[in-house]
């Protein structure tokens, strides 16, 4: 990983079993294209989210056969400080997102989930959730903005992977993007959910009471996983 710049403190964090992924010819072509446009913007004074440090968050954590649930999303946040690599999560100090308030209510509906004061999910990450973007950078303020510089290779190659190694984990699908992706995935190892976007816009149309995480969890029962602990009243 030594030929990096921009990238090469978030990919000291990997998770090993992530290494073999990453260095595959076509993924490490794309990261090291990445990688120049990404130092070229920083030395132009663009703002890019999340911290350099936090890009590969979501991959440090397990490895692919560990993983228990993918939540896919599309690309983080935009806004100062709420951007920390895990998709959906927000640091504790940061405002609850609308789409994130949405997913508490359903969780809260569906499980009994204790409704905390914090938008920070990585505990859930801990148990082997992954919080996956398909695109991992920002620039501050534009929502969409790095969706062409080629992240979708890398984020489908780690798709592939867990698709490919895990034994058997569910995936949360919300929204038309990551409804997309359903075709990827084998659907006799694996539980796919799809619904739409939990985003205000859409959520009362199918998000609300989809029932996704007590799905998930009598899935990964009955395939002799343990359930996930959703409450999240302390973080770990």
């Known amino acids: 990983m030594s030929s990096y710049s921009f990238l090469a403190d978030a990919l000291q ?110 505990p859930w990450a801990k148990q082997g959730v992954l919080l996956l973007n398909s695109v991992m950078t920002v620039e501050a303020d534009k929502a969409g903005s790095h969706g062409r510089l080629g992240w979708q290779t890398v984020s489908n190659a780690l798709i592939n992977t867990v698709n490919a190694q895990n034994p058997g984990c569910v995936f949360m699908l919300w929204g038309n993007w990551a409804r997309s992706n359903a075709d990827k995935i084998d ?27 007590s799905k998930a969890n009598d899935w990964l029962r009955q395939h002799g996983a343990a359930p996930l602990q959703w409450n999240l009243d302390s973080l770990v």
């Open 13 to 122: 964090s990997v998770h090993p079993g992530w290494l073999p992924t990453l260095n595959q010819e076509n993924v490490r072509a794309a990261l090291l294209e990445l990688d120049r446009q990404l130092s070229e913007l920083q030395s132009c004074g663009t703002e890019i989210y999340p911290p350099r440090q936090a890009i590969f968050r979501a991959l440090e954590f397990c490895a692919p056969e560990q993983v228990r649930v993918v939540i896919l999303g599309q690309d983080p946040y935009h806004g100062t400080g709420e951007a920390m690599g895990l998709s959906f999560s927000v640091p504790d100090s940061v405002r609850i997102p609308p789409s994130l308030r949405n997913i508490y209510k359903e969780l809260a509906r569906d499980t009994g989930f204790t409704l905390p004061a914090h938008g920070d999910l990585t």
């Open 187 to 213: 659907q006799r190892r694996h539980l796919v959910l799809e619904a739409v976007h939990p985003s205000p816009l859409s959520a009362s149309r199918g998000f609300m009471q989809c029932g996704h995480f």
